[in-house]
């Protein structure tokens, strides 16, 4: 049983979801010597968050977005408004995405569904360094898997 | 410390809310030998959902369902409509929910509360096969509780 | 690689967000002995939820609150109105956030960011008692970090 935990930092430029499991399985190339484990993603931010979603059609993306839009309209009325028009529905599409999620591994690899990817969701406008909170625990193989 | 990894697959035949705590029960025994641990559970699917409810009144899973149905409409504007047009309301719904959840494990049993019970959610009107990997973890006892 | 388990009742008196991240670290003092771990918090209700939002500005919560009051409204129309007109949109608010967290550790702190916070989600008018599972485990230093 073994754990290895590392930081990630993602930069957003706008409004948008980021697939980041490549940029995962770069940061944590000890995945690949995990026979049975779990990996955790953590993201340290109130106005974005993680999710996992289609891989293929690029509209989806786009289709969440606006459909998040609909759920946390800037046009509604928000007491806190400091920040921007962008801001507050920013923070309520974080708590309904949610910023904690965890993955199974087996076999040195993620099990992702076919069709699964993991994003990173900016919901604010202008660009952000996002930190990213990666915890992966299982037992370890002794020769790496290639 | 242990781990025990499994798959199961569990066919739904249209959009609905299906109870699987006595699934995930059946398909591992070890719970019952688990002092104290985790159950995670992951749905390797983009268009289908995990989420803990109410197991008593029906009613309630109907009113989930309706109550999803008007934050992601069939009848909105949506790019992605290839697959038909409850798919996109389906992928939104799906990282709403998430399909991702982890469950408490002590003394052998899952640590639900009175009302709760775990349900697949799924989404698309057509039958589907949906697969879940479940992560079992924790102290195990040598000899099994009854 | 350790494990502690531990059940904390939390009373709500309204609806509202309740900052918890302070009776989890008195509830959990061995959180300071954690080098690299997950708390994993679990919440055995289905009116109820968890969240990671705003810990600056109260107003953050206050639009969290009449946010999701937009996406499930006392308004709409519920098979499910036994136990009041609050009950039903609980329930579907409830699965929007989640029962279920991760939070990493690390050198004996929980690794939230800057301006996060953990809230429980009360969304019953009537004042509740809440229960709250705890799960910590990761690798626990020989020394109480101070």
Same sequence: chains 1, 2, 3.
Avoid at 85 to 100: G, N, Q, T
Avoid at 123 to 141: C, D, E, N, S
Wanted: net charge negative; charged share 20%; hydrophobic share 40%.
């Amino acid at each position: 049983m073994d754990w290895v935990q590392r930081s990630l930092v993602l930069p957003t430029h706008s409004l948008g979801f980021y697939p980041i499991t490549q940029n995962i399985l770069r940061e944590l190339p000890e995945i690949q010597k995990v026979q049975t484990g779990l990996l955790h993603l953590f993201l340290q931010h109130t106005s974005a968050a993680l999710t996992i979603n289609e891989n293929a059609d690029s509209d989806v993306l786009e289709d969440l977005i606006s459909g998040l839009d609909r759920l946390a309209p800037e046009t509604a009325s928000y007491r806190h408004i400091i920040e921007g028009k962008d801001d507050m529905p920013a923070h309520i599409k974080s708590s309904l995405f949610s910023v904690s999620l965890s993955i199974p591994v087996a076999n040195g690899q993620l099990l992702l569904g076919v069709w699964q990817d993991i994003y990173l969701c900016e919901f604010r406008r202008i660009p952000h360094r996002r930190h990213l909170i990666l915890t992966l625990q299982g037992i370890f193989q002794e020769v790496p898997k290639t």
